[in-house]
């Protein structure tokens, strides 16, 4: 193995640890000398690959989305892909409610890493542009006048909301099975559509492409702006 592969596989072994270090702590922290044990490495070995650690918790993010967007390509059946979509949130309810957090908290108090919030944020365009394709594909499959726009913000709204249901430790006394409330929810934004029925046999989904302008002229407001 080349010294490259070497240095990117050590570093995803870092990204990995850190993870899971994040999710144990239940507060949204670590230290580096914690991660540094863990993984048997010195400290400063870990300051060849991060300049800090609020880089160190944006690039976890940005491998979230990555992970998010690779299941988001899958080509297959526009239901299915709805289906990922909310699954996504709802699997692993605990990281993405804690991730969510530590962003916010970066966006609000850390300087100096433009180049990393414009990497994310890219993603996170490509990843939306690919869920109004299947949305739209799927609105249009179920013959329904649902907006684009409403179906979107009803399945992150679902997602969100049943990720921290799914996630408090309160409510979980007073759930059933966690594995037949996520099949619930995905049931739920499935037959979604087919509430908002077409009289005619086909609808004009303009919506579409209004969302995906907004999306392009958005990121080149991002590109110009400083985090």
């Known amino acids: ?29 670590i230290t580096l000398d914690s991660l540094a044990d863990q993984l048997d490495l ?13 880089e160190l918790y944006l690039r ?7 992970q998010l967007f690779d299941i988001n390509r899958i080509d297959d059946c526009p239901s299915a892909g709805v289906a990922r979509m909310i699954f996504q949130q709802l699997f692993n309810p605990q990281k993405a409610m804690l991730l969510n957090q530590i ?12 180049r990393l919030f414009g990497e994310l944020y890219d993603i996170r365009r490509q990843r939306m542009k690919r869920s109004i394709d299947i949305i739209s594909a799927y609105l249009k499959d179920e013959n329904s006048t649902l907006s684009t726009r ?4 009803s399945i992150w709204a679902m997602g969100q909301g049943g990720a ?5 430790s309160f409510y979980q006394r007073y759930l059933g099975r966690r ?28 919506d579409m492409q209004e969302l995906v302008e907004q999306i392009d002229t958005e990121s080149e407001e991002h590109r110009n ?3």
């Open 60 to 66: 976890i993010i940005i491998r979230y989305e990555e």
């Open 42 to 54: 010195a400290k400063g070995t870990l300051y060849k690959h991060f300049s800090s650690k609020d």
């Open 164 to 168: 921290g249901l799914l996630n408090s």
């Open 103 to 114: 962003e916010e908290r970066l966006v609000a108090s850390v300087t100096g890493l433009n």
């Open 179 to 206: 594995d037949t409330l996520r099949y619930a929810f995905v049931q739920q934004i499935l037959e979604l559509p087919s509430h908002y029925p077409a009289e005619d046999e086909e609808v004009m989904d303009e």
């Open 1 to 29: 193995m080349s010294r490259q592969h070497q240095f990117k596989a050590r570093e995803e072994n870092i990204l990995a640890m850190a993870e899971q270090l994040l999710l144990e702590s239940g507060d949204g922290d």
């Open 150 to 153: 409403d179906y979107l913000s």
């Open 225 to 227: 702006t400083n985090y």
